[in-house]
T-cell receptor, first 108, second 109 residues
Framework: NAGVTQTPKFQVLKTGQSMTLQCAQD?????MYWYRQDPGMGLRLIYY???????DKGEVPNGYNVSRLNKREFSLRLESAAPSQTSVYFC???????FGPGTRLTVL | RKEVEQDPGPFNVPEGATVAFNCTYS??????FFWYRQDCRKEPKLLMS???SGNEDGRFTAQLNRASQYISLLIRDSKLSDSATYLC??????????FGAGTTVTVRA
């Protein structure tokens, strides 16, 4: 039982590049989440998916898109990365929020 | 005003001491409350839920004060391993948690 897994663990992008962060869970949870964590700001919800086939915006959705590929997988896409998107990104599942290990993203 | 606010600390305490800190929330319709622990450069992990009547888990005690809209966490007999950042989280629907920015606790030998 791996819980929640995320890839990649680290990524450096240049401004304007695109990338997709992958997340998968093996706990059969319906709901999944993407958060970003910045110093002094706490965890902020980007998007969430209450169940397979549905997605909704969270607190800070601008600049991001998501796909709930199936019950297990929930990906986050940055279409045109900006330095303001430098952050640690956590995927999570379940309303009690089991977190993945995070992706440290730097946008230059 | 932020939905959930915490004193960032740090709280520096000696081993064996008691340390307590609060978290305030703005939405009076909030339904569920949690404390998470986050170690440096790691993901947050659920420490405990907070129930209306208050609850304990070993050396940790959580309290909820709905009238004043805050929750608290008390750690007794602090251990070095308790050094971490403690995040509070609040939700008012089934799906979305709002987190505080965290309170840093450092326990010294």
């Amino acid at each position: 039982n791996a819980g929640v897994t995320q890839t990649p663990k680290f990524q450096v992008l240049k401004t304007g590049q695109s990338m997709t962060l992958q997340c998968a869970q093996d706990m059969n949870h319906n709901s999944m989440y993407w958060y970003r964590q910045d110093p002094g700001m706490g965890l902020r919800l980007i998007y969430y998916s209450a169940s397979e086939g549905t997605t909704d915006k969270g607190e800070v959705p601008n600049g991001y898109n998501v796909s709930r590929l199936n019950k297990r997988e929930f990906s986050l896409r940055l279409e045109s990365a900006a330095p303001s998107q430098t952050s640690v990104y956590f995927c999570a599942s379940s309303a009690r929020v089991f977190f993945g290990p995070g992706t440290r993203l730097t946008v230059l | 005003r932020k939905e959930v606010e915490q004193d960032p600390g740090p709280f520096n305490v000696p081993e064996g001491a008691t340390v307590a800190f609060n978290c305030t929330y703005s939405n009076s319709a909030s339904q569920s409350f949690f404390w998470y622990r986050q170690d440096c450069r790691k993901e947050p992990k659920l420490l405990m839920s907070v129930y209306s009547s208050g609850n304990e888990d070993g050396r940790f005690t959580a309290q909820l004060n709905r009238a004043s809209q805050y929750i608290s966490l008390l750690i007794r007999d602090s251990k070095l391993s308790d050094s971490a950042t403690y995040l509070c989280a609040v939700n008012w629907n089934d799906y979305k948690l709002s987190f505080g920015a965290g309170t840093t606790v450092t326990v010294r030998a």
